[in-house]
């Protein structure tokens, strides 16, 4: 499904004659109107409730990693603020190796943050950030924000 609205976002730039990406997304848009109004005659499956979730996760990020760069450029340009560097724990929900790999490299794009290793059994991975107050709240932050978010799309 996902193929035909990006190939009816291109018919509409052919035809519009105007190739720029805000062409194509206004393209893209009207076309996946067009496919939510004609799924009951297709074979559409659950395309129009994960798109939705792709974008939801996408600015969910892009706020996350805005939020995580501001803390880290306070605590750069205040000095006398100590850091506080942990490693932590966090249980895994995520089961597979690209859902893992995934929740890593979010973890690991976010400023402050990087994830270290997975545990054998695959159920924990262990992440260091720059500064922790409540390692519970990291956790859950993990847990809520990353995790949740990312089993809703790829699953």
Same mark, same amino acid.
């Given at each position: 499904m996902l193929l035909r609205n990006i190939l009816l976002a291109l018919v509409w730039v052919a035809l519009s004659g105007q190739l720029t990406a805000q062409n194509f997304l206004i393209g893209?848009? #009207?076309s996946y109107l067009l496919l939510w109004l004609l799924?009951?005659?297709m074979n559409t499956g659950n395309y129009f409730v994960k798109v939705p979730q792709v974008i939801s996760f996408f600015f969910f990020f892009l706020g996350a990693m805005l939020a995580a760069g501001i803390r880290i450029a306070y605590r750069v340009l205040s000095p006398g603020l100590p850091l506080r560097p942990a490693i932590i724990a966090v249980p895994l929900d995520v089961q597979t190796d690209a859902e893992i790999t995934f929740l890593a490299n979010l973890i690991t794009l976010t400023p402050g943050t990087l994830s270290l290793d997975v545990s054998t059994n695959r159920r924990v991975m262990y992440v260091h950030t720059v500064?922790? &107050?409540?390692? &519970?709240?990291?956790?859950? &932050?993990i847990k809520e924000g990353f995790e949740r978010? #990312? #089993? &809703?799309v790829m699953r």
């Open positions: 893209f848009f #009207l799924q009951h005659t500064f922790v &107050e409540d390692i &519970e709240a990291f956790r859950r &932050e978010r #990312l #089993l &809703e």
